[in-house]
């Protein structure tokens, strides 16, 4: 079966440095999503990897290995807007999204 | 605002009733889709469209009717839900349905089945 796993809550203060793990098992693999989503709003996209390696977009990077069904969320300098669940999905090889249950980051004055 | 529009916002239905929920996007997408989003839970795909086909039914029950009258609107046709059903419908689109485009999704409807 597609698994994606990704811890379900995190605590970390502000100014701080918080890495979001997710692990993935899946039929194929056509990239991977990072997205967040704030409590009673839209998920909004925040990253895509396909390849292996480390894409730095401002505060946020993801990180992809590929061999190791691996990636993480970096986030830098955290704000207390950075309260949100970050959601990590999987492109199969029907290019159906695979979603992994969130992982709810608080963040702490 | 990212485009894709949801109404209503919240919805309270009982077992016997019959609702839809709407979805518009102004983004000029070939792909929509229907999301059922439970707590704690992930994301599960209910139905996809692509150029107002059909395409995706990961065996949702028949309570649960899709529509994509055209490429901008979407709906989902509620009739006989179950409590089981309470959860937040996020719409979702994307440019198209066979590449790894970015899916851009609504305010989603929080529907509460009592």
């Known amino acids: 079966g597609q698994n994606i796993d990704q811890p379900t809550e995190m605590t970390a203060t502000e100014g701080a440095i918080v890495q979001i793990n997710c692990t993935y098992q899946?039929?194929?693999?056509?990239?991977l999503f990072w997205y967040q989503q704030h409590a009673g709003e839209a998920p909004t996209f925040l990253s895509y990897?396909?390849l292996d390696g480390l894409e730095e977009k401002g505060r946020f990077s993801s990180f992809l290995s590929r061999s190791k069904g691996y990636s993480y969320l970096l986030l830098k300098e955290l704000q207390m807007k950075d309260s949100a669940s970050y959601l990590c999905?999987?492109?199969?090889?029907?290019?159906?999204?695979?979603w992994g249950a969130g992982t709810k980051l608080i963040i702490k004055p | 605002e990212t485009g894709v529009t949801q109404t209503p916002r919240h919805l309270v239905m009982g077992m016997t009733n019959k609702k839809s929920l709407k979805c518009e996007q102004h983004l000029g997408h070939n792909a929509m889709y229907w999301y059922k989003q439970s707590a704690k839970k992930p994301l599960e795909l209910m139905f996809v469209?692509?150029?107002?086909?059909?395409?995706e039914n990961n065996s949702v029950p028949s309570r649960f009717s899709p529509e994509c009258p055209n490429s901008s609107h979407l709906f989902l046709h509620l009739h006989t839900l179950q409590p089981e059903d309470s959860a937040l419908y996020l719409c979702?689109?994307?440019?198209?349905?066979?590449?790894?485009?970015?899916?851009?999704f609504g305010q989603g409807t929080r529907l509460t089945v009592v």
């Open positions: 469209y692509s150029l107002e086909e059909r395409v």
């Open positions: 899946t039929s194929g693999f056509n990239g």
């Open positions: 999905a999987v492109l199969d090889s029907n290019y159906q999204l695979i």
């Open positions: 990897n396909v």
């Open positions: 979702a689109s994307s440019q198209d349905q066979t590449e790894n485009t970015e899916a851009f």
